[in-house]
């Protein structure tokens, strides 16, 4: 059987896999390789579940395989570091925090990596309020007794938290500050250790995401005696806020939201937006970021940029004033 040329090469173009045609097309991600979320701490904790969740999503929408990669230490540095010297290709992404794209670069004087310069925006989740923890075991009933325990043994008691650097640790020490106590601060590589020494009783207390808070305060392994945030989180609504337990003015919430490479081309930002926005609308989505203590903000990639810079710039002042540097 003989073939013309031209129905040969378009036999040969039928034949090729779907991404080299998706390639031919201008699709964003040519290559069949997996999409790679970082995430700047250890498995078990807020940002692992929400890049999980939304990588997942991110997957079935784009058509690529999503895998999330933990890469914990040092506050979230570490994690940063490594997506900052990725490929701007697509195939790297990001879940930054308050922390590693904020805190960090306002306290310490030497980063890999410039937490502006060396990442563009793509989405913003939202803010995940901080909560006070103790150990279902500890007396403390309230902030009030917490406060009392601290300043009749002062140095005895220790905070656990995330890490150093942490949105939760600078909840820590700003607690230290308004309250007037001497509780000593131990970071861990992440949410998850941290909740695990917690509920052994290995240290008494700890700040905390709600999202990681949550599943431990309803089975009653810990004891949730107020939120970091100005106002009470929607998925406590019981649990009173510092500033109402007698420490006014205190607001420390943490962030997370999704940096790409800073040489990542603006097509593939827009579609990487595009779809992380689409499932922030999604019902389904919506109500499980909700039940996870995560209160979503809509930004465009713009916002988020000059959001992210207006906070390196508040904690860098928040730092002066408590002498924190690391």
Known sequence: MKFHRRTLLALAAAALPFTTVHAQ??????????IKIIVPFAAGGTSDALARLLGQ?????VKQTVIVENRAGAGGMIGADAAAKSPGDGYTIVLGTISSHAIIPAL???VPYDATKDFAPVFFIGNVPNVLLVNAEQPMKSVKDLVAVAKAKPGSLSFGTAGAGSSQHLSGEKFKIEAGVDITHVPYKGSGPSMQDLIANQI?????TALVA???IRTGKVRALAVTSGKRAKALPDVPTLAESGLK????????????????PAPILARLNEEFTKM???????????AMGVEYTPMTPAQLGAFQRAE?????EVAKKAKLEM
């Not at 097309?25 to 997996?34: I, L, M, S, T």
């Not at 008494?204 to 905390?208: A, E, K, Q, T, V």
């Not at 003015?249 to 990542?264: C, I, K, M, N, R």
């Not at 390196?312 to 860098?316: A, L, P």
């Open 57 to 61: 999503r991110l997957g079935e929408a």
């Open 108 to 110: 310490q004087r030497k």
């Open 249 to 264: 003015g205190f607001d420390v919430s943490s962030w997370q939201a999704f940096f790409a490479p800073a040489s990542t």
């Open 25 to 34: 097309q201008g699709e964003p991600w040519p290559k069949q390789q997996p």
């Open 280 to 290: 922030a609308a999604e019902t389904g989505i919506a109500a499980r970021l909700q």
């Open 204 to 208: 008494p207390m700890s700040f905390d």
């Open 214 to 216: 949550l599943p431990h």
């Open 312 to 316: 390196i710039t508040k904690w860098g």
